[in-house]
């Protein structure tokens, strides 16, 4: 769609009507922090901020009223979470505190469901009416996570942990989440205290140890996936903002390209064709998406495919700087990760040659994709009988 909404500090919307080219700052009403936004048609617009604030526009994005909601201790709290049934008007909001309040006339009256607990809950989705989850964190940095099948009346809580592949688990704050079904999601989650990040997956509600991909130094916060394709954003306390890729529903995931040092990502977000991402200063970032073959770098030189095109197997030979974590990734034609001959391995400076066999890899054209610190570098490779 060439509609779309970005929200951010001192009550700041902005709305495109060209797909990103342009954006115009509408009239808020309001100065309060705004940190997320879901539309739910052409003319329905809904936001939540601090201090408990609404902000609804039924006319596109035009004119907005705001409102507070109203709980029962007496004080506002921050309202991180959004989501309501666009047919319905039927949904609910999350925030500090773990509040969780429920609608039923598109945003317009709340009624409290749960209020007053240590932690926080930062993103909801709805499976219809009756159906939810809800992530977060409790008091002791341990990840949430809540659903409800009968509309909000009861709900089942419980405490996940990432795990990498020794086993090792993280105590974490879960920041974004995306819900395939109820018993199945991909979440970001922050280890505080370290400032370790991580995305994690899970196909069984019951399991309460969440495989997960480390990233040390970076806070991951946000989390999109559409159309097959994956973005997760956040800081790296090295360098600035990151953004993660996934080209396979978030199966696989590497460090996005960008155009010198960016700043910290709070919202990514998934299009048809175009991948948005926004961050501290009002930047909104744009690109298309990475599907295919692409276009590979040929005139890069410190990484070479020799022979090419191969069968059989290849040798694939690059040059280090510096002492660097490296993952090689070969993406076919639609963006589908085929397999990752070296995963997050360590290499040290000087150079390197990899031999990577074509077991299960059919006759075709593919992409390489090599990255290693922040830098990713894409060859073409065709496969032959």
């Known amino acids: 769609a060439l509609f779309g909404f970005a929200v951010g500090e001192m009550g700041t919307i902005l709305r495109t009507i060209d797909g990103g080219l ?119 940095f341990t990840s949430l996570i809540a659903r409800t099948f009968d509309g909000g009346v009861n709900w089942t809580w419980r405490d996940f942990y990432p795990v990498d592949g020794n086993g090792m688990s993280w105590e974490t704050s879960t920041r974004d989440a995306h819900f395939f079904n109820p018993d199945s999601a991909i979440t970001v989650q922050i280890e505080e205290l370290n400032a370790t990040g991580f995305i994690t997956c899970t196909l069984d509600w019951e399991n309460k140890f969440w495989l997960a991909n480390e990233h040390t130094d970076a806070y991951l916060e946000c989390l999109d996936l559409k159309y097959n394709y994956g973005l997760a954003g956040g800081a790296d306390i090295n360098s600035g903002g990151v953004i993660y890729e996934s080209p396979d529903n978030g199966v696989n995931w590497f460090i996005s390209e960008t155009s010198g040092k960016i700043p910290a990502i709070h919202d990514v977000y998934v299009g048809a064709n175009t991948l948005f991402a926004v961050g501290d200063g009002g930047v909104i970032l744009t690109r298309d998406k990475f599907v295919g073959v692409g276009s590979p770098d040929a005139e890069n030189t410190s990484v070479i495919l020799s022979p090419n095109p191969a069968s059989g197997n290849t040798v694939l030979r690059f040059t280090l700087m510096e002492p660097q974590k490296v993952t090689v990734s070969i993406i076919d034609e639609t963006g589908r990760i085929v397999c990752n001959p070296v995963c997050s391995r360590t290499f040290s400076e000087g150079d390197h040659q990899i031999s990577i066999p074509f077991n299960g890899i059919r006759p075709g054209t593919y992409c390489v994709l090599v990255t290693s610190g922040n830098d990713r570098i894409a060859k073409k490779l065709m496969v032959v009988r």
């Open 22 to 140: 342009n954006w115009e700052t509408m009239n808020s009403g309001t100065t309060e922090t705004l940190y997320h936004v879901d539309v739910l048609d052409a003319d329905k617009i809904i936001v939540c901020g601090s201090n408990s604030t609404v902000v609804r526009s039924l006319d596109g994005g035009t004119t907005w009223s705001v409102s507070t909601i109203q709980g029962t201790m007496g004080y506002y709290v921050d309202m991180y979470g959004l989501a309501i049934n666009p047919a319905t008007g039927v949904g609910y909001i999350c925030g500090m505190e773990q509040n969780i309040h429920k609608t039923t006339d598109f945003g317009l009256t709340w009624t409290p469901i749960r209020e007053g607990y240590y932690g926080a809950l930062y993103n909801v989705q709805m499976f219809g009416d009756d159906t939810c989850a809800i992530v977060g964190k409790n008091s002791i």
